[in-house]
């Protein structure tokens, strides 16, 4: 039997690199399409087919798939800065829903056998935690309110052409090949790039933000079955650790590890949602129990792999649209 082709958007990324190793092992042919914006060439596993580009290029996303036959698209390219969307409005539209939308018309055009949507529980909003997937969705931010979106857009695409799909709606996944270089967002690699760094670490308002933390191994598997498990079709799953912690428990864990003497700074709080953690009954019910790390043995493997990494921040990719509001903190970060 031939391989499957499968396109894995966002592969040189965190989560993507991750899957397209586990497909690969799996036995799918990979090809990756990456621009990367956020992401790195080195994380690219061997034997993963690179395009590098960018998902907001219809001509090019459409091109792929006229060159190859893809049976499946895992789409995991964003610019996932929750807390900063909202001072990047337009890029984080058009990365985030414009670009999601090429991968599902040309999904759509070329029968494509499933589309693995990589959302987040960002798209709740605040909610009765822990959050299931039948709580309303009510995104307060740019990035949630994107992914609510392509999450319709692709219920519309199902019922009018058929595109099968699964959602998935994981929620601060950390591990190994983290992007430690963004200053705006994924609190694991903040913390370690700062303990790298000497820094003190920085946490908004008092740190009693609780997240469900969720080591990135753990995810995989169920986002693998679900090309096989066809009942999963058409359905949206939270996806991630059970056990929330709060962020200075965090901060607390990694100096701990890492053996570096260090503090914490508060600085003034931010407009952020302070509870966010989900259910993970539904997902377990299609898929059967999937691993949980133990939050200290996951964090402990992450630093180990941290620990070597060569620090070197890049700029952003993209103009901040608005500077009112900004935290403090992030304006001096931004400054020309
Ligand atoms: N990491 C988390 O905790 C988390 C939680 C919920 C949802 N997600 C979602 O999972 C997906 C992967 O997240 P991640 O943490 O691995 O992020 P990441 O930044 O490490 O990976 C994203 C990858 O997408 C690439 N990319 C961004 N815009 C692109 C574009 N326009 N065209 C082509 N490539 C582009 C980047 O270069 C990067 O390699 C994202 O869709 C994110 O929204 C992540």
């Avoid at 036995?27 to 087919?49: I, M, R, Y």
């Avoid at 091109?63 to 610019?79: E, G, L």
């Avoid at 983290?178 to 303990?195: C, E, K, P």
């Avoid at 990694?254 to 503090?263: A, N, R, V």
Wanted: glycine share 8%; with cysteine; proline share 5%.
């Amino acid at each position: 039997m031939s391989k499957p082709t499968t396109l894995v958007t966002g592969a040189a990324g965190f989560i993507g690199s991750h899957l397209s190793k586990a497909l690969l092992k799996e036995g799918h042919q990979v090809l990756a399409l990456d621009d990367l914006s956020g992401g790195f060439k080195e994380n690219l596993p061997q034997g993963v087919s690179w395009i590098q580009g960018s998902v907001n290029d219809h001509l090019l996303v459409d091109s792929v798939f006229k060159d190859f036959r893809i049976d499946y698209v895992y789409h995991a390219a964003a610019y996932a800065a929750e807390g900063l969307s909202h001072f990047i409005r337009r890029h984080n539209y058009q990365n985030n829903l414009i670009g999601s939308v090429n991968l599902i018309n040309a999904s759509i055009r070329c029968s494509v056998k499933c589309f693995v949507f990589f959302s987040s529980i960002a798209v709740y909003g605040r909610g009765q935690v822990p959050l299931d997937e039948e709580t309303i969705p009510r995104p307060e931010d740019p990035y949630g309110i994107s992914k609510l979106s392509v999450e319709l857009d692709l219920a519309a695409a199902h019922d009018l052409f058929g595109l099968p799909y699964v959602i998935f709606r994981p929620h601060n996944v950390y591990g190994e090949f983290q992007n430690l270089n963004d200053q705006f967002r994924n609190v694991v690699g903040i913390f370690s790039r700062q303990l790298l760094l000497g820094e003190p670490l920085t946490i908004f308002g008092d740190g009693s933000q609780r997240r469900a933390f969720t080591y990135v191994q753990d995810i995989l598997p169920a986002c693998i079955a679900c090309l096989k498990n066809t009942k999963s079709h058409g359905q949206v799953f939270n996806l991630g650790s059970d056990m929330p912690v709060t962020v200075l428990q965090l901060a607390n864990l990694l100096i701990q590890i890492s053996g570096i003497s260090s503090t914490v700074n508060h600085l003034p709080e931010r407009h952020e949602i302070i509870d966010a953690f989900s259910s993970h009954k539904k997902a377990e019910a299609f898929f059967g129990s999937f691993p949980k790390t133990d939050f200290e043995d996951g964090i402990e493997k992450t630093w180990a792999w941290a620990k070597n990494q060569k620090i070197s921040i890049r700029s952003l990719p993209f103009e901040v649209e608005i500077s009112q509001n900004l935290p403090p903190s992030w304006a001096k970060l931004l400054k020309p």
